[in-house]
């Protein structure tokens, strides 16, 4: 339940344009001196300002003191002779603080009733076992005892009663039954808990124990949110905009290029591809709407890896062929049952399955054009016909093979769906390069470090 916004009629008098002056000061000394009932010399200074409420002229009292143990305030009261209106409030003497505070009071015993407070417009108040609020800058501040501030609370659910119970009886009858548990509150029957939150590091509850601790009272400092800065008028620094960067995971992007069949204008897509428990890689597919050609290629998105990569699968099943395989170009591969092995660069990079990459190989051997015809010898066509039915074995999960794929740029892949478990039919090794692997590379002549030296002695 929320509180009511206001506890008495009016605008505070301190906002009321003042009538001509007829002023009391105080008497000399410190500007702001500590409270104290004691302290004859700290006198308010009276200044006659219009009532709000009947227009007339009443008396403001403006008294600069200091609170113990906490900074300095400025408290305010207006009362009105005419019309019996008055109104008290404060404000803070000093700047915002760096950080807000919290206050949260265990309330046990009638002493800690007594207990000064501070509140501020910008504080909010909770009482979580009644499930009570009184949120930001819906009352004035005060300086107040926590008793106080539970009464204050009943006068402002009390205020609007009388209509209530006229217009929404039902309404009203909820609200009496929760004034009656915020006034039990004050006899301490059972401790509750008082939380005053403010952004603006300006309220204060009291530790009759200062400057030893209380072990009823917990404060709790913290830096304010940018929508607790808007709330206090504060120009909050904004971020800084970084750049966007194009996202080029989400989209397909298009280049112009010629088809590799007929020559004529087409468009290649590209997009980049995030590979499960691998990396990122470039797909790129040509349509030639001419001539029909298609083509599509791989690129590994990353550097060439510090070590090459062998992984050693065993097809045992049919479900192995929808395993998913990334072939680079610099990938070589090998079935050690057919006595079969296929080189880097043929094939070219590939993103299919197990099944695609086969009926690639099976395509590629049987429809060579030196091995079809009157070129062919009768030899040299058995074999073939025997490598095409072993691998349709293997296709069909008739055939049981390993296959081997070596890519000494560590830019291939081959699904593993036990992941992130090792798969108990797929072998991963690394190894380091050979002088001819890295040679094929071209990474024994590329220099990466200390080139800028090179190039300036040249010049």
Known sequence: ???????GPGLPAAAAAPSPVKARRPG?????????????EQQPTEIESLCMNCYRNGMTRLLLTEIPFFREIIVSSFSCEHCGWNNTEIQSAGKIQDQGVRYTLTVRAQEDMNREVVKTDSATTRIPE???????????GALTTVEGLISRAVSGLELDQPSRRANEEAVAERIDEFIVKLKELKQVASPFTLIIDDPSGNSFVENPHAPRKDDALVITHYNRTLQQEEMLGLQAEEPEEKPEEEDLRNEVHQ????CPECNAPAQTNMK??????????IIMATNCENCGHRTNEVKSGGAVEPLGTRITFYITDPSDMTRDLLKSETCSMEIPELEFELGMAILGGKFTTLEGILKDIRELVTKNPFTLGDSSSPGQTEKLQEFSQKLNQILEGNMKAHFVMDDP???????????PEDDPEMKVEHYKRTFDQNEELGLNDMKTEGYETGLASQW
Do not use: C, W
């Open 409 to 419: 740029a560590g830019n291939s892949y081959l699904q593993n769906v036990y992941a």
């Open 255 to 258: 280049f112009n290029t010629n």
């Open 1 to 7: 339940m929320l509180a009511s916004a206001a506890v």
């Open 272 to 281: 980049l591809v995030q590979i499960p428990h691998f990396k990122e890689v």
């Open 130 to 140: 009644l499930d009570f609020e009184i949120p930001a800058f819906s009352q004035k």
């Open 28 to 40: 000399t000394g410190h500007l702001f001196r500590p409270i104290s009932a004691d302290d004859e």
